[in-house]
């Protein structure tokens, strides 16, 4: 694929303009629109005792990224806006620092319970968490939509444009549990695309109409923190949740 690309006429072009006259290109703009949108989050989270920052403007100013990310950069920004505000998530909850200083699978276990709690998550009760809240509804939307085209249930729907009818790229950047590794800890990646995949999916109306994935999702919910086995039980049902979906 390399070789392909530096032969191409493109490629040699490019090759024999002058040194200073190549033009710069990249995804500066899209890590900038990352890490301002991240660091937005973290203000609107945060307690500071200076009262000159106004902390629903600085929510607002998150949700409204966090609005335009389908329309800017589409699924792949929006996923990656995901993935960056939940990290910051299991970053305030220690679910990070329990990873580094015990293993994935205990961190796991417990954010899992923690967060996909409807009445104990934050991201559910939390004012401030309205932008992840929004990104969790959208990506979980658009992969219904994607189910319904894959299934062929929307061929017959005279309403729907040639564009609706196509399937979203949602599919090839939607967080994943198989992405990251289970024993690196200077990202947590794979800790942060687990929760991130089992949220997505909790909101999904196609998941939440089989019943081995509602049934497992209703176990983690559920589970006392107190029995034997808790970490070992809830891996297990995330695992049954994993493979419906």
């Given at each position: 694929r390399r070789r392909y690309h530096l032969k191409s006429p493109e490629a040699k072009s490019l090759q024999e303009e002058p040194e200073g006259s190549k033009e710069v290109t990249g995804d500066g703009e899209r890590l900038f629109f990352y890490v301002a949108t991240s660091s937005l989050y973290r203000i609107g989270c945060a307690d500071f005792e200076d009262s000159s920052i106004n902390k629903d403007l600085v929510c607002a100013a998150t949700s409204c990224a966090c609005r335009i990310s389908f329309l800017?950069?589409?699924?792949?920004?929006?996923?990656?806006?995901?993935?960056?505000?939940?990290?910051?998530?299991?970053?305030?909850?220690?679910?990070?620092?329990?990873?580094?200083?015990?293993?994935?699978?205990?961190?796991?276990?417990?954010?899992?319970?923690?967060?996909?709690?409807?009445?104990?998550?934050?991201?559910?009760?939390?004012?401030?968490?309205?932008?992840?809240?929004?990104?969790?509804?959208?990506?979980?939307?658009?992969?219904?939509?994607?189910?319904?085209?894959?299934?062929?249930?929307?061929?017959?729907?005279?309403?729907k444009t040639d564009e609706e009818l196509l399937m979203s790229t949602l599919n090839v950047f939607i967080p994943h549990n198989d992405r990251g590794s289970s024993k690196?800890?200077?990202?947590?990646?794979?800790?942060?695309?687990?929760i991130a995949e089992a949220l997505i999916w909790s909101r999904n109306e196609v998941a939440l109409s089989d019943q081995t994935f509602s049934a497992a999702l209703n176990s983690v919910r559920g589970m006392d923190k107190g029995c034997d086995m808790f970490e070992a039980k809830i891996i297990d049902q995330l695992h049954k949740m994993q493979t419906v979906i």
């Open positions: 800017a950069g589409g699924s792949r920004d929006a996923c990656s806006l995901l993935e960056h505000l939940l990290h910051a998530v299991l970053d305030e909850g220690g679910y990070l620092k329990l990873r580094k200083d015990s293993s994935h699978s205990e961190a796991l276990a417990q954010a899992s319970h923690s967060l996909l709690s409807t009445s104990l998550s934050k991201i559910e009760t939390e004012p401030y968490n309205a932008s992840i809240r929004y990104l969790l509804m959208q990506t979980s939307e658009t992969l219904g939509k994607d189910l319904k085209v894959v299934r062929g249930e929307a061929d017959g729907d005279k309403t690196s800890t200077q990202t947590h990646r794979k800790l942060v695309q687990c």
